[in-house]
Nanobody, 115 residues
Framework: QVQLVESGGGLVQPGGSLRLSCAAS????????MGWYRQAPDKQRELVAS???????NYADSVKGRFTIYRDNAKNTMYLQMNSLKPEDTAVYYC?????????WGQGTQVTVSS
């Protein structure tokens, strides 16, 4: 079992920045693909960014050049640095951990981009 705890969400003005954190209960980064997803009201959950155990990165087209996913293995923590935020980035952001046989999800953190 793995517990994932997100933090760092909040209210920010358009053009601002936030950094989300996803703390894992144990060291899993080498054997799991870690991802950030988001779900806006009345929309399906969508992939924002992911990082494989080998460090391969993947980003949704809508966030390329603005968001950066990275991890700190020593802290068992994954991050999502979000810059140049737009109102359409408003959503609940979730982190997950995926192996070949199991998926774990965090509880989510709200990000609201509004003036």
């Amino acid at each position: 079992q793995v517990q994932l705890v997100e933090s760092g969400g909040g209210l920010v003005q358009p053009g601002g920045s936030l950094r989300l954190s996803c703390a894992a209960s144990r060291n899993i980064f080498n054997s799991y693909t870690m991802g950030w997803y988001r779900q806006a009201p009345d929309k399906q959950r969508e992939l924002v960014a992911s990082i494989t155990g080998g460090g391969r990165l993947n980003y949704a087209d809508s966030v390329k050049g603005r968001f950066t996913i990275y991890r700190d293995n020593a802290k068992n923590t994954m991050y999502l640095q979000m810059n140049s935020l737009k109102p359409e980035d408003t959503a609940v952001y979730y982190c997950n951990a995926v192996s070949t046989i199991v998926i774990f999800w965090g509880q989510g953190t709200q990000v609201t981009v509004s003036s």
